[in-house]
């Protein structure tokens, strides 16, 4: 079967002619019908990101080439193994959007969606509602699932408040989205105002260049999906007393913090990392509902290499695609 392979940090993927897997016990194998292209996949393919999931006791673990990307998977059943519940059947359409489980996450720590078909362990396995499509479940997974998460779990935004989100690109769009459902009043920010269009369109009220614009408006929580260590120390001198602020994007290990503006302002600073089962099911709901709308590009599974080069430059509105 054909796959894009990571081969080492620093170099292209390369499509290859690899084995088709097979179905372990408690295990499945799906074709591969859509699979996402994240940002953070840049990070990995570069070698900047040197920890890609940790687990419950506190390890940190490693995307460790050669393996095949592709973390936000939609497919549909091909083999089951032995020991998987009967509730799946061939043919069912699922995504790989369950718990995480750090050892056995596709295009993370094992092999994932940029390959005609993947192995899944059945405990990550969702099904796709009706009229949901393929290309829209794949990157629920994570580009609008990590987003929701981030806004409603772990900011727990809430009907009246104000929220600003940083950074408007896939995540962010979808922060925004997921901030305006919550009826509260959003506001956005990005260094290309270009995605100023698209983030009303999302219900943000206005769209600023700066964070700094912030200072008046002293929003109740800012979500930064950029995470460039500047953009978080700044929105914690923008945030009110009392209010939150969380941090999604990884562009910086590290960030400066005023501890005594943090305590005397009684803020709190998180972070937020994918999302929660309960999450994931949310999000089906609304996109079966039509309260989502991610927008999608197809890309073919050997352009991939290009298709990041222009998600790195910032020419890439919405969320990419590629159907193995």
């Known amino acids: 079967m054909r796959a894009m392979r990571m081969i080492a940090a620093g170099r292209p993927m390369e499509l290859r002619d690899i084995p088709l897997p097979h179905a372990a016990p ?6 591969v019908e859509a699979a996402g292209l994240c940002h953070s996949d840049l990070h990995i393919l570069d070698g900047s990101l040197t920890h890609t999931m940790s ?10 080439a050669p ?12 083999e089951l193994g032995d020991g998987v519940p ?8 699922v995504i790989s959007g369950g718990p995480m489980i750090p050892r056995a996450a596709p295009g993370l720590t094992i092999d994932g969606g940029f390959a005609e078909y993947v192995t899944v362990p ?13 290309d829209e479940a794949a990157v629920s997974t994570d580009s609008i699932a990590t987003s929701y998460s981030a806004v409603r779990t772990t900011a727990g935004v809430s009907a009246g408040e104000t929220v600003a989100i940083i950074g408007l690109g896939g995540l962010g769009l979808n922060g925004v989205r997921t901030a305006a459902l919550l009826d509260s009043t959003v506001y956005g920010v990005d260094i290309n105002p270009l995605t100023f269009e698209a983030a009303r369109a999302a219900g943000a009220t206005d769209c600023f260049t700066e964070v700094e614009a912030l200072r008046d408006v002293r929003p109740d929580v800012l979500v930064d999906f950029a995470g460039t260590g500047s953009t978080t120390e700044q929105a914690l001198s923008v945030v009110r007393t009392g209010g939150r602020v969380v941090v999604v994007g990884m562009a910086a290990t590290a960030v400066t913090v005023d501890t005594h ?8 600073l998180r972070g937020s990392f994918g999302r929660t089962a309960t999450d994931m099911t949310e999000v089906l709901d609304l996109l079966a509902h039509g309260q989502l709308r991610p927008e999608t590009t197809v890309v073919d ?6 298709a990041y080069a222009q998600l790195e ?5 919405g969320r990419l695609v590629t159907h193995p």
């Open 26 to 31: 408690g295990w499945v194998v799906l074709r």
């Open 55 to 64: 687990t419950e006791e506190g390890e940190l673990l490693t995307t460790t």
């Open 67 to 78: 393996i095949t990307l592709g973390h936000e998977i939609a497919g549909t059943i091909f």
């Open 86 to 93: 009967s509730r799946f059947a061939v043919g069912d359409r």
């Open 122 to 134: 059945h405990e990550k396995l969702q099904f796709i509602p009706d009229g949901v499509g393929f």
């Open 261 to 268: 503006r943090l305590i005397l302002g009684r803020q709190t």
């Open 301 to 306: 599974l050997a352009d991939l290499n290009e």
């Open 313 to 317: 430059r910032g020419k890439v509105v």
